[in-house]
């Protein structure tokens, strides 16, 4: 599939996944393999060259993590970053000790080789630096390259053998010039031609998919959401009708959602939907529910129980498809050493245990800024491509407290003037995600005259990359008054809106 690769070893960096999204942004094909990773499964990759993470160890602990160190005599570049940097001064003869100050945020890179890794880079520049460790004495057969007043050798190759290592991290926005560094090594060094594209990705994939799936019958669950749309679509394309999406409308959706998923892929693309109206089955369910896992729970095994008995009447089905990405394939790998597992990869809903059906998952070697270009060629409307992230329990973790009809329809209409006014102040773009959230509290109001006693309802944005951090969005005072002023106006039942100025970490994302 992808002739030019680059391999990206994880040693528990941060950071790691981010090298990997660079150089795909670059236009080569990249993947990431725990630091333990066999010689023989890097072999098979055949990568053209590796990039070596970094790593909250020391490279002098004793359980410090190290690589195969056959891939240094693979003939291919190999470039450290920060702990990768480290490596090869262990490795090679070089001190590494503990710094008199840790380094961390910008520093000012001066470039003393401005040759391959550094060609077109400026002299001075900022970098991002992350370490407490630093090179005292540079290894055998390493020349400096670069430096910052806290670091000597911020940068040093052992060009005739391609060994390249920063103490910086290019990966990060912070480091002015990272990405063409980042290239340079891609291109210059390793020989990489700019060729991974969404164009080749869909050719690939079709043909793949027809070959794995055998003319046999698949069914995909079908959200409305950026992944389950996409992996759709892109089934539709390769095996046509020999696909049937089961749409679970679980009555916690936002205002017109359901009408809009059955609209663009039953009327516009034509594809076999079936829409299954679950609402009072989940709502019946949910019925005096107030903790949050609790619904989760409910919500879940709802689900299940739906699905299966929906996709049971469909005769020869042997595969289930999911929007899996590559994040979860990433995070379901347990690397042994300072890398702990974060989370088991999560299926939809468990259901490939209840239902015995092969698994179909063409997204998994996808980022989630991938799937969305990827979206946009399969001509997904943008209205779902560029869809701010939705809870897989919808609606019902944005209700605090009791799920109940009533409750659902004022969160519901809050929730889309919310999204209405951001999107005519067009920052809808510019913000990673937007919502209201019902709160189960009431507060005095005065309305024509009299008094009130109604609910409250809290705004909330942010800003984010992954999801992993966020911080709140400062939304211009004037487009926050027309949403209070519209929500408490339109809707009956609310006389208070409350902008949520909190960040993540230590809050989350969701209020529940």
């Not at 890179?109 to 077109?120: G, P």
């Not at 055998?214 to 069914?219: E, T």
């Not at 950026?226 to 749409?247: E, M, Y």
Request: one cysteine or more.
């Amino acid at each position: 599939m992808h002739e030019d690769k680059i391999l990206v070893l994880d040693f528990g960096s941060q950071y790691t996944q981010l090298i990997a999204r660079r150089v795909r942004e670059s236009k080569v094909y990249s993947e990431i393999y725990p630091f333990n990773a066999s010689y023989t499964k890097i072999e098979r990759f055949a990568p053209k060259g590796i990039i070596l993470s970094g790593s909250p160890a020391s490279i002098y602990d004793k359980r410090s993590p190290k690589p195969d160190k056959r891939i240094l005599s693979m003939g291919i570049p190999v470039l450290g970053i920060c702990y990768g940097m480290q490596f090869f001064a262990h490795i090679f003869g070089g001190k590494v000790a503990k710094a008199k100050d840790r380094e961390y945020g910008k520093a000012e890179l001066h470039v003393d080789d401005a040759r391959d890794l550094f060609k077109h880079i400026p002299k001075k520049s900022i970098a991002w630096m992350s370490h407490g460790d630093k090179i005292k004495t540079i290894p055998s057969g390493f020349k400096m390259l670069a430096h910052t007043d806290n670091a000597p050798i911020a940068a040093m190759a052992s060009r005739d053998r391609k060994y390249y290592a920063l103490q910086f991290h290019p990966e990060v926005v912070h480091t002015e010039k990272g990405l063409k560094i980042l290239q340079n090594f891609l291109y210059a060094i390793c020989g990489c031609r700019p060729t991974w594209k969404m164009s080749s990705f869909i050719d690939w994939s079709v043909d793949s998919i027809r070959k794995e799936t055998a003319n046999k019958k698949v069914i995909c669950g079908l959200s409305g959401g950026v992944d389950s749309s996409v992996v759709a679509l892109l089934l539709h394309k390769a095996i046509g009708d020999k696909l049937t999406c089961i749409f679970v409308d679980n009555g916690l959706l936002r205002k017109g959602e359901a009408e809009k998923v059955v609209d663009t892929f039953k009327c516009h693309f034509h594809m076999k939907l079936q829409h299954i109206n679950a609402s009072p089955d989940f709502l019946k369910r949910l019925k005096g529910v107030t903790d949050p896992e609790a619904k989760r729970k409910i919500i879940g095994n709802t689900f299940i129980d739906v699905f299966e008995k929906v996709s049971s009447r469909i005769k020869g089905v042997e595969f289930l498809a999911q929007g899996t990405l590559y994040p979860d394939v990433i995070e379901s790998v347990s690397f042994k050493g300072p890398s702990a597992t974060i989370k088991s990869h999560h299926n939809v809903g468990g259901l490939p245990d209840v239902m015995k059906l092969k698994l179909i998952e063409p997204l998994r070697e996808l980022f989630k800024d991938e799937v969305r270009l990827l979206g946009k060629a399969l001509d997904l409307p943008d209205e779902i491509c560029q869809r701010h992230p939705f809870p897989g329990p919808g609606l019902a973790v944005r209700c605090i407290g009791e799920i109940t009809k009533k409750r659902l329809t004022i969160l519901r209409k809050a929730d889309a003037i919310v999204l209405e006014e951001i999107k005519k102040a067009r920052l809808y773009r510019k913000i990673w995600q937007a919502f209201a959230v019902l709160l189960p509290v009431k507060s005095v109001g005065v309305m024509g005259d009299e008094r009130t006693y109604e609910n409250v309802v809290a705004v909330r944005a942010v800003h984010s990359l992954d999801g992993m951090t966020a911080d709140w969005v400062k939304i211009p005072s004037s487009v926050l008054g027309r949403i209070s002023n519209r929500i408490i106006n339109e809707i009956k039942g609310i006389n208070r809106v409350v902008y949520d100025i909190s960040s993540k970490p230590p809050s989350t994302i969701e209020w529940e």
